[in-house]
């Protein structure tokens, strides 16, 4: 693709447009004259394709089409592009480099809520005073109610003036009919936070730490466009002959203040007349997050400068949102995964927190990392990245140390709290003491009693839901899979049921083991889990307020809002749950986190699973000691000498780092290579096993002299072999550089040859193997 299309003065004669259907790719339409003014990239369109009409989007301008006798578009939908020529630019990109057809990629940068028609603004009806002149007219006793509320407001939406008046629309009409009010429809914008009252806040004055990395920041914002980026590196003799880079890596410990420096450089770049966007993992994307920064920037008269973005709003909220941003409004979009596409333009600068989460990467096509989006997005329209992280990713902080990102670390808390001491304790020997599998040890029992008797909160921290993760005989061995899904199932007490977390499968409990010889009647005994856990609490702290908070107890968003607003006040004493409470979150009375397996996510089929526990290690612990007593950390695991576990009992990322990227480096995993995953995927699996090995062949035969390193490995089953009754075989690409092998994939795919009923998808940086 020629990147002069793209320039927005260009006139062409010719739209090219990708179909709201997957055909997979784009056709060209002649644009009528009357048309001519009002069609851009990025314009929906309605155009004929065959009998019959259908909805589009322009992606490009051309003079010169390859096709002859092209038809005309037939007319322009709504007076505003949805998707900005820069999104589109980027939708491009990700078509090409995650493999995935055109209108695929289109639909990912804008919302569902946007691209349907009917779920356009909402209009509502207002109630207003107008101007009396004199006496009131005397009012029955009702009408007068209502008359006394809604003089004293002035003006506000009907339906709130009937619930708050306790009355009719009937009668608010009779005051309407004397000439007391008016009711008219208003397009009413839906405020998700209108509830909130959020008090705004000043920035703080910031310790060296975040003066250093702010400074560098700013300096790269101020950095005029155009100048040569080279010529500044000089100034910085210490950094590798590479021009100067506008993506920072902030190496920052949990509490040093790295928001502090998001919100300061965040200010920077609305004085400059840009906008921003802030993406957060969904999990922390908590009304707490979001009020960090309403606080700084959307109080006072400038009420929409920050716009909202995530799954949690309806429809019609998500709507509203994203159009504030698009018409310019709101100037700081935040939110997850998705809002890397919020039509925020100039933009200025995009900061991705907690750059190492794994929900950054979508699962289903396309399957897009928003934070390697963030970078791509910021090169191609001269915006800073800041990537935030206390555990940064392996790849961002190998970047970092090559040079290619500038690496700002901030190593201290910046309220000058210490950081939690960590003790791991052996959970073989307290195994060898008791009988069946321990939950607590006896240290972490009487570190709990201490802080029931301080008034003092505890968080215990397991990485499982259900009673026990699993149905497994202590006496045999025995454990109850998936029939589907070759994973074992859980065991969720309360239904008394074992449960698929893939495929959903439901089986009742066997009261003694299957297995003929064991017959072991305690088999429902075994097991760890989160209801386990709480019961065992239960039992050994019978006074002690105890809430669980996981995604079985987490169905209801409120649910959610509410436990937290409850931990806070003091109203529990002991917190305990998943990932959920991992972080994000401040409770400064939290003084004892207790992990209870730490080693529970280390032996899985990943090259990942170590840095995956060393994060979630490094991050729960993070969770203790915000306020002014220190916080004490219990790692109980029966692999305590795992490096994952050694180095965050030492808060220690740079020595993890260290051990695991020569681990990389030996395997040639990320990030001394990029991976394409392909799996195949059908529900006979000797057709499945032979298409792989089909295509590996071919795939092997036409990539033969590709160059840049490729290894292709496999096809070998997939670790959940038979995901909801498909059985998955993969192949492995490895090489050194993604762009070109990606744009070969996506010729050379959907030629592959495959049997029927076989499918064929493709995963470029896949995050999870599993
Ligand atoms: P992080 O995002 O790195 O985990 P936070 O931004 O949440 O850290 O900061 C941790 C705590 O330190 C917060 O309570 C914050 O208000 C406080 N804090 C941050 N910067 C300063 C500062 N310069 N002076 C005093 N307190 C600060
Ligand atoms: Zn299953």
Not at 291 to 312: D, I, M, N, Y
Not at 376 to 388: I, K, N, P, S, W
Request: with cysteine; net charge positive; charged share 25%.
């Amino acid at each position: 693709m020629d990147f002069g299309l793209w320039t927005l003065d260009f006139q062409g004669m010719i739209a090219r447009v990708t179909l709201e259907m997957a055909l997979g790719k784009e056709f060209d339409y002649l644009i009528p004259p009357g048309l001519a003014s009002q069609i851009e990239v990025g314009s929906r369109v309605q155009v004929p394709f065959g009998p019959r009409k259908m909805m589009g989007c322009v992606t490009a301008l051309a003079e010169q089409s390859a096709h002859a006798k092209l038809k005309p578009i037939l007319k322009v939908i709504g007076a505003q592009t949805l998707v900005t020529a820069k999104v589109m630019r980027l939708a491009r990109w990700i078509g090409e480099y995650y493999c995935c057809p055109p209108e695929i990629a289109l639909k990912s940068v804008l919302p569902e809520a946007v691209r349907q028609e009917q779920a356009g603004w909402r209009e509502r009806l207002y109630v207003r005073v107008l101007p009396t002149n004199g006496e009131l007219p005397k009012l029955p006793k009702r009408q007068k109610e209502v008359w006394n509320i809604i003089e004293e407001r002035r003006e506000m939406p009907l339906k709130e003036l009937i619930e708050l008046a306790e009355t009719t629309a009937a009668t608010v009409r009779k005051l309407e009919d004397q000439g007391l009010v008016s009711i008219l429809s208003q397009v009413s914008e839906r405020d998700p936070y209108a509830h909130e009252h959020i008090l705004p806040t000043q920035p703080l004055p910031l310790n060296p730490e975040q003066l250093k990395a702010l400074e560098a920041i700013l300096a790269v914002i101020d950095r005029k466009p155009g100048k040569s980026a080279a010529a500044k590196s000089a100034a910085k003799p210490s950094s590798i002959s590479t021009p100067l880079s506008s993506t920072f890596l902030l190496h920052g410990v949990t509490g040093s203040g790295k928001t502090e420096v998001y919100l300061q450089a965040l200010a920077h770049t609305l004085e400059q007349g840009k906008g921003a966007i802030v993406l957060v993992p969904e999990i922390s994307l908590t009304p707490q997050t979001v009020e960090r920064f309403k606080a700084r920037f959307s109080s006072g008269p400038q009420k929409t400068l920050v716009a909202v973005l995530h799954s949690h709003l309806s429809g019609g909220e998500r709507h509203d949102e994203w159009h504030k941003i698009r018409q310019g409004r709101a100037r700081i979009a935040i939110g997850a995964r998705s809002a890397i596409f919020a039509p925020v333009d100039p933009l200025g600068l995009i900061i991705v927190d907690e750059e190492h989460e794994h929900t950054y990467k979508q699962e289903e096509s396309p399957r897009y990392h928003a934070r390697d989006v963030a970078i791509v997005r910021g090169q191609m329209e001269g915006a800073t990245v800041v990537l935030g992280s206390a555990t940064p990713s392996l790849e961002s902080y190998y970047n970092a140390v090559k040079g290619k990102y500038r690496l700002l670390e901030m190593l201290n808390r910046a309220d000058d709290k210490k950081l939690p001491y960590v003790r791991v304790v052996d959970m073989r020997q307290t195994l060898r003491k008791g009988q069946g599998i321990p939950i607590f040890s006896p240290q972490l029992k009487e570190a709990i009693q201490q802080r029931l008797e301080r008034a003092e909160q505890t968080i215990l921290f397991l990485n499982r839901r259900g009673y026990s993760s699993s149905l497994q005989c202590p006496a045999c061995g025995y454990v109850a899979d998936c029939p589907n899904c070759s994973i074992s199932l859980t065991y969720h007490r309360q239904e008394q049921k074992l449960l698929c977390h893939i495929c959903g499968h439901s089986d009742r409990v066997p009261v003694v083991c299957p297995q003929p010889k064991c017959r072991n009647p305690q088999i429902r005994y075994a097991g760890l889990g989160t209801q386990k856990v709480e019961e065992t609490i239960a039992k050994l702290f019978p006074h002690a307020r105890v809430r669980r908070m996981d995604s079985d107890a987490l169905k209801r968003k409120d649910d959610f809002r509410k436990i937290l607003g409850d931990f806070r006040n003091g109203k529990i004493d002991i917190l305990l749950g998943t990932q959920m409470i991992a972080k994000g979150l401040h409770f400064p009375n939290v003084t004892l986190v207790g992990i209870v397996y730490a080693d529970m996510a280390l032996h899985q089929a990943d090259f990942r699973a170590g840095e995956r526990t060393f994060q979630l290690l490094t991050q729960v612990a993070g969770r203790a000691g915000r306020g002014d007593i220190e916080g004490e950390v219990f790692v109980q695991a029966f692999t305590p000498f795992h490096p994952a576990i050694q180095f965050a009992r030492r808060h220690d990322f740079k020595g993890y780092y260290d051990q695991e990227i020569e681990f990389r480096q030996q395997l040639r995993y990320p990030p001394f290579s990029r991976v394409a995953m392909l799996t195949l995927k059908g529900r006979n699996e000797e057709k499945v096993k032979f298409s792989a090995d089909h295509v590996k062949k071919s795939l092997e035969k036409e990539l033969k002299d590709f160059g840049f390193g490729l290894v292709i490995a496999g096809p070998g089953p997939a670790p959940l072999l038979r995901a909801e009754t498909y059985y998955r075989y993969q192949i492995m690409l490895r090489v050194e550089r993604m762009s070109p092998l990606s744009k070969r994939l996506a010729i050379l795919l959907p030629a592959a040859p495959l049997v029927e009923d076989v499918t064929l998808s493709v995963d470029i940086d896949p995050m999870d193997l599993g």
